[in-house]
């Protein structure tokens, strides 16, 4: 089925809300979904991967600092996902590259981490060029890279499988550089990566504008069912209101 973006906006934003997002967190978790999929980039699969698991959030300790200087962070996300925290610690990074030129931040234990392409993005608009990498898998190893220029509109971004063994370490780590000085760039070495240029990604998003959003009928409806705990509320809510004018 088709959907119009504001209309896929719309629904996603209730749909964490209702799971438990602060406000401002269930806008940026809209906003990265939306992202992906309008420029071409699977956000709803990778939506697919966190909704059975977005409710859980709400239980989950929030994202702390476990270690600090001028030019680097670390930061336990607590098996949350990347719609719940990531926008924070990019944030982070880009506040340290403000102050020093260059600062890496470095986030353990977060899922979902394809969704940090929106917020890099929104780096590179406001003047800082950012990048991120991040491996995904346990027998089969995939590298994944991201990267905007200071002032460009578009990142690029590469993924390749390897013949990596993780040793144990943390499969759900994500490191994110920023810098106000030197632009970044990101490639994998691998001759079979697949890699999508700026202009691509442009390209996509220009056909989502003509022909909006193609999602089947059981996410569909998933997303809304999530999404009418908060209608539900309101509703109660304007009960109890009417009633005690």
């Known amino acids: 089925m088709n959907i119009s973006m504001n209309e896929f906006k719309a629904?996603?934003?209730r749909c964490f809300e209702a799971s438990g997002y602060f406000v401002g967190n269930y806008e940026d978790a809209a906003n990265m979904v939306l992202w992906l999929e309008k420029?071409?980039?699977?956000?709803?699969?990778?939506?697919?991967?966190?909704?059975?698991?977005?409710?859980?959030d709400f239980d989950k300790p929030l994202s702390n600092?476990?270690?600090?200087?001028?030019?680097?962070?670390?930061?336990?996300?607590h098996h949350r996902s990347a719609l719940n925290c990531i926008a924070a610690a990019v944030d982070l990074a880009h506040a340290k590259a403000l102050e020093?030129?260059?600062?890496?931040?470095?986030?353990?234990n977060c899922h979902n981490r394809m969704f940090v392409l929106k917020a890099l993005t929104d780096r590179g608009r406001r003047g800082i060029s950012a990048a991120a990498y991040w491996k995904n898998g346990s027998d089969t190893v995939t590298e994944h890279t991201a990267?905007?220029?200071?002032?460009?509109?578009?990142?690029?971004?590469?993924?390749?499988?390897?013949?990596?063994i993780t040793n144990g370490e943390d499969k759900q780590a994500l490191t994110i550089i920023c810098s106000s000085r030197v632009d970044l760039t990101s490639s994998l070495q691998s001759s079979d990566?697949?890699?999508i240029t700026p202009k691509?990604?442009?390209?996509?998003?220009?056909?989502?504008?003509?022909?909006?959003i193609e999602i089947d009928e059981s996410t569909w409806q998933k997303i809304n069912k999530l999404?009418?705990?908060?209608?539900?509320?309101?509703?109660?809510?304007?009960?109890l209101d009417a009633g005690g004018r």
């Open 200 to 212: 691509q990604i442009e390209k996509n998003k220009e056909k989502s504008v003509d022909f909006g």
């Open 100 to 108: 020093v030129g260059i600062a890496t931040v470095t986030v353990h």
């Open 147 to 164: 990267a905007i220029c200071s002032g460009k509109r578009y990142p690029s971004y590469s993924q390749a499988v390897t013949n990596l």
């Open 193 to 195: 990566s697949l890699i």
């Open 227 to 239: 999404g009418a705990g908060v209608l539900v509320e309101n509703t109660e809510r304007s009960r």
């Open 39 to 56: 420029h071409g980039l699977n956000g709803l699969t990778e939506l697919k991967h966190a909704l059975p698991y977005i409710c859980n």
């Open 11 to 13: 629904s996603l934003r």
């Open 65 to 77: 600092v476990i270690y600090e200087d001028s030019t680097s962070a670390i930061i336990d996300a």
